[in-house]
């Protein structure tokens, strides 16, 4: 099991800035990641998961506590008639593309979801009217404490917007099984063009981001909101609410964790005045207060 100390967490995530970690875990097979469980068991120390980085922001201030990140054989994918299994840390891309490879259709909404498989299991994550629940069979976990794998089936994950049971468990996903429906190549081939194409002309990529940065409030959308509110290119520091799609905050170079959690805080306090809807962020926010 490889072991970082002191790591730059600005590397791990798509804001591309962040504290540093005291130390990183990377096991590489659900054995050494239980071994990894109770280890910190052990220690008392906190830890937290990460997946690809894409959804959470490291505040400057550090973590005092051991980051947890799977190792590359955790990125294998194996194909069972019509169902893949995934690897955990494979990326929603590379699922995407194995599902094209093996003809079947049913991820291509969500392969331009830059996170990986444990963190789009976790998050519920979703696009254009797909979400994971929809092809979810089930998920091979380590349990938190580290003593247990089991394989937890979908109807047990209580998966909703942005919701699963793995945030009140705290079980780590090792690999997820996706179940897909046969399909011409070329048609899905197609509609995974249609949708990235989609993707890059209505959101600002070519920035570090978390992607949206707010959930969606019952009946609104966090975009409009913002933008209603006068916000759109908002800028604090190098933080910028995107002059593209008001619901991504970007980083338009040299960002702190601290410039996206004002801007954030500006952006919840001004739509909060103008319509009294408090904006929750998606985004997962790591870390102490900054020093
Ligand atoms: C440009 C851009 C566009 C985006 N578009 C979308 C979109 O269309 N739809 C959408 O839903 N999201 C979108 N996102 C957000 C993000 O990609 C998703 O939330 C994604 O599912 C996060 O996956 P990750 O592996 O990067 O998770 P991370 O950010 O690493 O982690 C997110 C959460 O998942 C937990 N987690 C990660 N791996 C595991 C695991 N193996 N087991 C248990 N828990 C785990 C972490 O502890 C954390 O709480 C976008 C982000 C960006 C940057």
Redesign the pocket.
């Known amino acids: 099991m490889e072991r970082l100390t002191d790591v730059n967490m600005g590397i791990y995530t798509?804001f591309r800035t962040g504290g540093n970690a005291d130390c990183m875990l990377i096991p590489d097979t659900p054995e050494e990641l239980a071994e990894a469980l109770r280890e910190i068991r052990r220690s008392g120390s906190p830890f937290?998961?990460?997946?690809?980085?894409?959804?959470?922001l490291f505040r400057e201030g550090g973590f005092h506590g051991t980051v947890l990140k799977?190792g590359p054989s955790f990125g294998e994918i194996r194909r069972e008639g019509n169902e893949l299994v995934v690897g955990?840390a494979a990326l929603m891309s590379q699922a995407a593309n194995a599902a094209l490879e093996a003809g079947l259709s049913g991820f291509e909404n969500l392969s331009?979801?830059?996170?990986?498989l444990?963190?789009?299991v976790?998050?519920d994550?979703?696009?254009y009217g797909s979400e994971m629940k929809d092809v979810t069979v089930s998920a091979d976990v380590v349990t938190a404490d580290g003593d247990a794998l089991r394989t937890v089936p979908v109807e047990e994950m209580d998966l909703s917007y942005?919701h699963s049971i793995?945030e009140e468990t705290g079980?780590?996903?090792?690999s997820v099984r996706i179940r897909l429906t046969p399909d011409d190549p070329e048609k899905i081939r197609r509609r995974m063009k249609e949708m990235l194409e989609k993707r890059s002309s209505k959101?600002p990529?070519q920035y570090p981001?978390?992607?949206?940065f707010f959930k969606r409030p019952a009946g609104h959308f966090a975009g409009k909101l913002i933008q209603d509110a006068g916000l759109r290119g908002a800028r604090v520091g190098g933080a910028q609410v995107s002059e593209k799609h008001c619901g991504f905050v970007i980083n338009r170079g040299g960002a702190t964790p601290r410039d996206i959690i004002d801007l954030m805080h500006l952006v919840q306090n001004t739509v909060f005045d103008q319509t009294g809807i408090l904006l929750e962020p998606e985004v997962?926010i790591i870390g102490g207060p900054e020093e």
């Open positions: 798509s937290v998961m990460l997946g690809n980085g894409s959804n959470t799977l955990a331009g979801i830059p996170g990986s444990g963190g789009a976790f998050m994550a979703g696009a942005r793995f079980d780590i996903v090792t959101q990529l981001s978390a992607g949206s997962r």
